[in-house]
């Protein structure tokens, strides 16, 4: 029987064809934050218009993704990636300090990676909402990872004696949709407020949740 189709080895142009394989990668996602995250939005945009953008074939496409949810797909992880990589280097540099200190300068971080670019903003909250039961799927996955950031840091304050010792699921899931939704709001020109005041309400919000009401 013929074996499947392989990817050829050889080197081209000086590079070997896995490092061509990722540039072209790498290009098609970048034209896909453009056209998806500036407009004219997922929907609205067809693989031909993708590899005009990117400058590259559809044949090209096709040996990277099966569709354009895949594209989406993957940028919608890149961008959590990067906003988690973020935050878990603000934890790591605030490790010990009380949470009434540490959470202003871990949730500039976090906000940093997201607004830095308004088109990751874009991708995060709205682009990939209602999009398919997979996507659906994905966001929520990738939602429950930022829910169980916020129980493991509220169960390290309740074991330092900084908050009450309570089950902090739901309010986790809580904080978590108020930064999804007042972000989107923020990008959309909703909300009248800088990134600083934002960010600002977001931690003292966070910080009233793991007080003790006494």
Known sequence: MTEGLKRP??????????????????????????????????QATTVAALCVEAGLSTRQFYEQFRG??????????????????????????TDGLPFTERYGPVFRAYAASIAEDPRRIRINFT?????????????????????DLIRAEAAAAVRKGEAPDRDYRITAAAFIGSVNGLLHDWAAGWVDADLDQVVDELVHLLLALLRSPD
Do not use: C
């Not at 061509?20 to 896909?32: K, N, Q, S, Y």
């Not at 594209?71 to 919608?76: C, P, Y």
């Open 9 to 42: 080895t050889g080197r081209y142009a000086g590079k070997a064809a896995d490092e061509r394989h990722a540039e072209r990668r790498r290009r098609f996602l970048d034209a896909a934050l453009q056209l998806f995250g500036a407009g004219p939005g997922y």
């Open 68 to 93: 354009l949810e895949d594209v989406l797909a993957a940028l919608h992880l890149e961008v959590n990636d990067y906003a988690e990589s973020a935050v878990v280097d603000a934890l790591a540099r």
């Open 127 to 147: 682009e990939i909402v209602g999009v398919s039961p997979r996507m659906d799927e994905q966001r929520l996955t990738r939602r429950a990872r930022w829910v």
